[in-house]
């Protein structure tokens, strides 16, 4: 007999190859979807890629364009979401597809939830598993970029219009049916956004890996998607190599998978909380964080962040390492990419930079102290443990 019970689930079909386009159309009109109801951002827009995606993924099927919905807010609010829902209704398309990053996948991922459920207020589906899917709407989604997952994880997040505050929803009715990864829209990213988005990436894998509700089964999507990003970093980073780009996707894809089944952790949870309240991008408010939390969580941690350290690292150089210096090696490998990033790109890593004050912290850690996804970090952290760790970051 298991003695070990866990959960594990992935449903979402993930297309890849230069096919990719044309599967997807016909696999969403063979869902019953005519008239596509496209989210996705002005950016986008602006440098053609919306035209492009509509000649190869629509213009050569069956389908039809029946309205773009441009999404350009960071976190969308409940209002924002209500908006969007309007606006869907009053087009009357039948099916969704998501061109975009992560804001747009998560507005997009919320609509999907409302339409599949009957419902027109997303707040009452806070928490975990509290949607049941009552029918089908053809959902589909093109990422151009990675680092979140987004494209398969069974996660949104939504600020609420009333309170400001972040509402987390874990429910398998957010999934999309399929997505398509295509790494031509992957060469137009920046270095710097290939460097958050990899910074990003290891954050969900560390998270993971040591969560409470982690699993055999988690820690080898881990494994996978930490070695997969050693191996293809540099090369992607430098040289924009093609297969290099596709494979740091599908490793965002592998953490988004992990991070789906243990929902976010600490770093990820004062980053939403900061962001919605502060208007801060996100992956910034992480790099300020990062460092503090690591040290945080490595004293229940330290076993798991040698383990991790093998798989960034590879064989020869981990054996090289003493074994009672692998943990500090591996928190120095975050805390040097910090660094590294913030003087390259001219990043603030410090909260303070961001016009926070000490006085604020103690507002911000009483917020985050009921944020329920705490629950699944190794070790019981309590207020004062939050303000500390925020003081340390400023």
């Known amino acids: ?28 009109h063979r869902m019953g979807g005519n008239d596509v109801f496209l989210l996705t951002d002005s950016n986008l827009k602006e440098l053609g890629i919306v035209d492009q995606f509509v000649k190869e ?7 039809r364009l029946g309205k773009t919905e441009i999404i350009d807010i960071q976190i969308p609010t409940t209002d924002d979401i209500d908006k969007i829902y309007i606006s869907f209704r009053q087009s009357g398309c039948d099916c969704i597809v998501a ?8 507005a997009a991922k919320c609509l999907n939830l409302l339409l599949q459920t009957n419902s027109r207020d997303i707040k009452q589906f806070t928490g975990i598993d509290c949607a049941i899917k009552q029918k089908t709407i053809p959902f589909g989604v093109v990422p151009t970029t990675f680092g979140t997952g987004k494209e398969v994880s069974k996660t949104a997040l939504v600020i609420s219009s009333e309170t400001k ?12 049916d399929f997505c398509i990864i295509n790494s031509v829209f992957l060469k137009t990213l920046p270095q710097k956004e290939i460097y958050l988005s990899v910074i990003n990436s290891l954050v969900y894998n560390v998270e ?42 599908r490793a965002s894809a592998l953490a988004g998978i992990a991070n789906s089944n243990t929902y976010i952790g600490l770093v990820h949870t004062i980053a939403n909380v900061i962001s919605g309240k502060y208007g801060i991008r996100s992956i910034y408010v992480m790099l300020a964080v990062l460092n503090s939390c690591l040290e945080y969580l490595k004293d229940t941690a330290k076993d798991s962040y040698s383990q991790m350290l093998l ?10 390492l003493d074994k009672e210096t692998r943990m500090e090696a591996f928190l120095n490998m975050f805390n040097n990419m910090v660094n590294f990033i913030g003087k390259e790109f001219d990043i603030k890593l410090k909260l303070s930079d961001y016009g926070l004050t000490k006085e604020d912290i103690v507002e911000v850690a009483q ?5 329920g ?5 190794p070790k019981k952290i309590t207020k004062e443990d939050i303000i500390n760790i925020l003081e340390k970051s400023l």
């Open 1 to 28: 007999m298991i003695k070990e019970y866990y959960e594990f689930s992935n449903q979402v079909k993930v297309a890849t190859g230069e096919i990719g386009f044309e599967w997807g159309s016909s696999r969403l």
């Open 57 to 63: 993924f629509i213009d050569k099927s069956d389908l």
């Open 99 to 106: 061109l975009g990053g992560s804001r747009v996948i998560n």
């Open 165 to 176: 505050t972040p509402l987390e929803i874990v429910s398998e009715v957010l999934q999309p």
């Open 208 to 249: 993971s890996y040591i969560s409470k509700r982690t699993n055999i089964l988690v820690q080898s999507f881990v494994k996978m998607s930490m070695f997969v990003i050693k191996t293809n970093f540099q090369k992607a980073l430098t040289e924009k190599n093609e297969e290099a780009l596709y494979a740091l996707h």
């Open 311 to 320: 798989y960034s690292l590879g064989a020869k150089e981990y054996a090289s």
């Open 367 to 371: 917020v985050i102290e009921r944020e």
């Open 373 to 377: 996804s705490l629950v699944t970090i």
